[in-house]
């Protein structure tokens, strides 16, 4: 099993940043990548952010830019820090645990919200 804490959410104005954090504890054994989802009331979950552990990266064509994913090897950590934040980024982030790049989510944290106000 794998336990992921995230922290790092809280409200912020229109343009502002935040940086999320996530810290994985657990069997890492096998994982090959790290993701942040969010997911707003009603909506499907949205993948943001994903960086594997060779360090690829990619992103939500919504984000591109804007945010950028991170990880530390040696602290078990990810984040993502969240540049020029509008009231559509408000979300409820979730990080996330991959055997595969390429599939869906194995883990997941219990979720972290950012509220951006315009």
């Known amino acids: 099993q794998v336990q992921l804490v995230e922290s790092g959410g809280g409200s912020v104005q229109a343009g502002g940043s935040l940086r999320l954090s996530c810290v994985a504890s657990g069997n890492l054994l096998g994982i090959r990548a790290w993701g942040w989802y969010r997911q707003v009331p009603g909506k499907q979950r949205e993948l943001v952010a994903l960086?594997?552990?060779?360090?690829?990266?990619r992103y939500a064509d919504s984000v591109e830019g804007r945010f950028t994913v991170s990880r530390d090897s040696a602290e078990n950590r990810v984040d993502l820090q969240m540049n020029s934040l509008t009231p559509e980024d408000t979300a409820v982030y979730y990080c996330?645990?991959?055997?595969?790049?390429?599939?869906?989510?194995?883990?997941w944290g219990q979720g972290t919200q950012v509220t951006v106000s315009s």
């Open positions: 996330t645990a991959h055997f595969f790049p390429s599939m869906s989510a194995d883990f």
């Open positions: 960086i594997t552990n060779a360090n690829d990266r």
